[in-house]
């Protein structure tokens, strides 16, 4: 059978670190308080990068592990809701940037979730035969959506990139998967929203609000409970795989006490679930792919672990996969 198996991980993030007594000079908050909410110590801010920066290193990286020429990749799609522009595509300047020139390449917006819908359609095109082997990424600027005068968000984000560069395999693998999406409930996490002003009607110009991140905390907290206890168990169920079966769950690195509750609901020892977030905070499409990077880079997994991957993000949407390393 094919299946679609990773070969190589990668990450790129800013040099510049930016703790929690640093944001408690900008903005009323404290160490004490971020770290009891959210378990986030620093985070990574952009020093003036733009979003194409992180994830073309991270491409790069990705070259350079996989022991491949950018010529020979067919496939290329980025996860983002920060890219540089609305058009082009990160993926295409990626393209460019690394001289995949023979690659597909384009973008897809699924928020926090979006590295597993991403990395779910280049599965797809995979094992349908249309590609041998994709690139697929996870990149975001968050502090250019952030408003920094609002404690109840701008102390949750970070910047980065991560990703994986995947092939067809008849061995190990994407093995089972759920995506999701809960459209009625999408205003509880927004970002980014423009008038539709021009000079034929009487719409307002200028930034809206809703132009930053806006978020029904206590909300998105209810909805990512139930969403990832609910597509980790019926991942688990359909392959016939037991949560001790696991090596590692690396969650959407979001918030600790989202996880803590997770891993309750479930059962499983917290010891299982692969976090970051201390350090770099919630990174969007880019925090999954930056732990799996990290948990390869320290030589945690091995070849026939089995590792879950899950996560949630606007619109709403969830997203989780079950794969045999």
């Known amino acids: 059978m094919i299946t679609t198996r990773i070969i190589a991980t990668g990450a790129c993030v800013p040099e510049q670190v930016i703790t929690n007594d640093d944001l408690a000079k900008i903005v009323d908050t404290s160490d004490e308080w971020i770290t009891q909410r959210t378990g986030i110590k620093q985070r990574r801010i952009s020093a003036g990068e733009n979003t194409s920066a992180f994830a073309i290193g991270t491409a790069k990286q990705l070259l350079e592990r996989a022991e491949v020429a950018a010529d020979s990749i067919e496939l290329i799609i980025v996860a983002s809701v920060t890219a540089d522009y609305g058009t082009p595509s990160l993926a295409c300047m990626i393209q460019k940037e690394i001289g995949a020139v023979n690659a597909v390449a384009f973008d897809v917006t699924a928020a926090c979730s979006?590295?597993?819908f991403a990395l779910s359609i280049a599965d797809k095109y995979i094992k349908s035969g249309v590609y041998n082997n994709a690139i697929v990424i996870?990149?975001?600027?968050?502090?250019?959506i952030v408003d920094w005068k609002d404690r109840s968000t701008c102390v949750l984000f970070g910047d980065g990139s991560g990703g994986a560069y995947v092939e067809k395999s008849e061995e190990c693998g994407i093995i089972q998967e759920e995506l999701g999406s809960k459209g009625e409930i999408y205003d509880i996490l927004s970002e980014g929203y423009t008038r539709?002003?021009?000079?034929?009607?009487?719409?307002?110009?200028?930034?809206?609000?809703?132009?930053?991140?806006?978020m029904n905390g206590r909300e998105v907290f209810?909805?990512?409970t139930k969403s990832v206890v609910k597509s980790v168990k019926n991942v688990l169920d359909n392959a016939g795989v037991s949560a001790d079966e696991l090596k590692y769950i690396v969650p959407h690195q979001a918030n600790l006490r989202i996880v803590e509750i997770v891993s309750n609901k479930l059962k499983v020892p917290m010891d299982k679930f692969y976090m970051n977030m201390d350090k770099y905070g919630n990174t969007s499409s880019a925090s999954v792919p930056m732990a799996l990077n990290e948990l390869n880079e320290k030589g945690l997994i091995e070849r026939g672990d089995k590792i879950l991957l899950t996560g949630f993000g606007g619109g709403m949407t969830w997203g989780t996969m079950l794969i045999t390393w």
């Open 138 to 144: 996870g990149a975001e600027t968050l502090s250019k």
């Open 196 to 214: 539709c002003s021009n000079p034929f009607n009487d719409v307002e110009q200028g930034i809206d609000p809703l132009w930053y991140v806006n």
């Open 222 to 224: 209810k909805f990512a």
């Open 114 to 116: 979006g590295f597993m």
